[in-house]
């Protein structure tokens, strides 16, 4: 009797050892993982970029359409299999097929050097399709919005085509801006596309005073992806901003993206018209190319112009 009653006094000393062993282990291993996490900026690849996953060899693989590979239909984080957490030893053989993706930060950090490459600000960022009102705005404004959804939905299609490029023109105030800005940051948001934010008065000042980087930066205005010239010659005391200079420059970007098939999102205060009377060349290049996408807002300023707005 006092035998047993020793024996499983021990026992019962040994177990607490060992649960309080465990613990210890268990707490250790965790500080390690968070203090290894903390060292990463994505602590869900730990920075590798990709994402290993382990199959069951009994998992059955699908094709996906889109990206036009097998898929497993189930699969583990290759970490959790490695420390164990999957299966006992003697059944990793059966855990031996591998599956990667890469990873969602991948995409992120491309999307957050598109935007800051882009020259759009945080403010700017905001301006989405979203936060567009068309509700007791007139027709222009919703055919305006209408043109600049469509542009962007249909710009996988057109955008190496003759008329592949958008010009929102007329009225100031009217949701030009906003509009060009909302498709230039859906494409590249959604579709990881190369932008260029170009204001023209601020623009143009830049690239007289830094001369040095005039072709530099002219050449970064031809070769990208798209290119959004704001209130191109936004005129002043009611005339144009066009000098020799400032035409010869714009005309040197517009050329090469016309001929090489580049898209232009335009905004100006400028009807075609009137930017065909301040250089023919150019305003009928501008015209070819947004041919299929134009909307040209005027009428009542009191209706159209949103700051005048209640
Ligand atoms: N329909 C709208 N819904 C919500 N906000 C709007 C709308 N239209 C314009 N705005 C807002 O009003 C302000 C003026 O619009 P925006 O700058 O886009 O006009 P614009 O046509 O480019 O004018 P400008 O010719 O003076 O440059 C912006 O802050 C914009 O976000
Ligand atoms: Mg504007
Ligand atoms: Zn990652």
């Given at each position: 009797?006092?035998?047993?009653?020793h024996?499983?006094?021990?026992?019962?000393?040994?177990?607490?050892?060992?649960?309080?062993?465990?613990?210890?282990?268990?707490?250790?291993?965790?500080?390690?993982?968070?203090?290894?996490?903390?060292?990463?900026?994505?602590?869900?690849?730990?920075?590798?970029?990709?994402?290993?996953?382990?199959v069951h060899?009994?998992?059955?693989?699908?094709?996906?359409?889109?990206?036009?590979?097998?898929?497993?239909?189930?699969?583990?984080?290759?970490?959790?299999?490695?420390?164990?957490?999957?299966?006992?030893?003697?059944?990793?053989?059966?855990?031996?097929?591998?599956?990667?993706?890469?990873?969602?930060?991948?995409?992120?950090?491309?999307?957050?050097?598109?935007?800051?490459?882009?020259?759009?600000?945080?403010?700017?960022?905001?301006?989405?399709?979203?936060?567009?009102?068309?509700?007791?705005?007139?027709?222009?404004?919703?055919?305006?919005?209408?043109?600049?959804?469509?542009?962007?939905?249909?710009?996988?299609?057109?955008?190496?085509?003759r008329?592949?490029?958008?010009?929102l023109l007329g009225?100031?105030?009217?949701?030009?801006?906003?509009?060009?800005?909302?498709?230039?940051?859906?494409?590249?948001?959604?579709?990881?596309?190369?932008?260029?934010?170009?204001?023209?008065?601020?623009?143009?000042?830049?690239?007289?005073?830094?001369?040095?980087?005039?072709?530099?930066?002219?050449?970064?205005?031809?070769?990208?992806?798209?290119?959004?010239?704001?209130?191109?010659?936004?005129?002043?005391?009611?005339?144009?901003?066009?000098?020799?200079?400032?035409?010869?420059?714009?005309?040197?970007?517009?050329?090469?993206?016309?001929?090489?098939?580049?898209?232009?999102?335009?905004?100006?205060?400028?009807?075609?018209?009137?930017?065909?009377?301040?250089?023919?060349?150019?305003?009928?290049?501008?015209?070819?190319?947004?041919?299929?996408?134009?909307?040209?807002?005027?009428?009542?300023?009191?209706?159209?112009?949103?700051?005048?707005g209640?």
């Amino acid at each position: 009797m006092s035998t047993t009653t020793h024996s499983s006094n021990t026992g019962q000393k040994l177990q607490a050892i060992i649960t309080n062993l465990r613990k210890k282990s268990a707490q250790y291993s965790e500080r390690v993982a968070s203090e290894e996490e903390a060292d990463y900026e994505c602590a869900t690849c730990k920075d590798r970029g990709i994402i290993v996953y382990r199959v069951h060899k009994d998992t059955p693989w699908e094709l996906d359409e889109k990206k036009k590979h097998l898929v497993p239909e189930a699969m583990v984080p290759e970490d959790d299999f490695l420390s164990g957490k999957v299966c006992t030893p003697d059944k990793a053989r059966e855990w031996k097929d591998t599956y990667s993706k890469q990873c969602e930060c991948v995409r992120q950090k491309k999307i957050a050097r598109l935007m800051k490459a882009s020259g759009i600000t945080e403010e700017f960022e905001k301006l989405v399709f979203g936060n567009f009102k068309t509700e007791g705005k007139p027709d222009m404004i919703k055919e305006a919005y209408d043109c600049a959804i469509e542009y962007f939905k249909d710009f996988e299609n057109i955008h190496r085509k003759r008329s592949n490029s958008i010009a929102l023109l007329g009225q100031p105030g009217s949701g030009k801006t906003h509009l060009s800005t909302a498709i230039m940051n859906n494409l590249i948001k959604k579709k990881s596309i190369h932008c260029l934010y170009f204001p023209y008065v601020e623009g143009m000042g830049n690239l007289k005073t830094d001369f040095d980087q005039l072709e530099t930066k002219l050449d970064a205005m031809r070769k990208v992806e798209v290119l959004f010239i704001d209130d191109l010659f936004k005129p002043a005391k009611g005339q144009p901003r066009a000098t020799e200079w400032q035409i010869e420059q714009i005309q040197s970007v517009v050329n090469y993206r016309y001929l090489n098939h580049l898209p232009l999102l335009i905004s100006s205060e400028l009807t075609t018209d009137e930017l065909l009377n301040i250089d023919e060349a150019l305003g009928s290049r501008i015209h070819q190319m947004c041919r299929d996408y134009t909307v040209i807002i005027k009428g009542d300023r009191m209706k159209l112009n949103h700051r005048l707005g209640d």
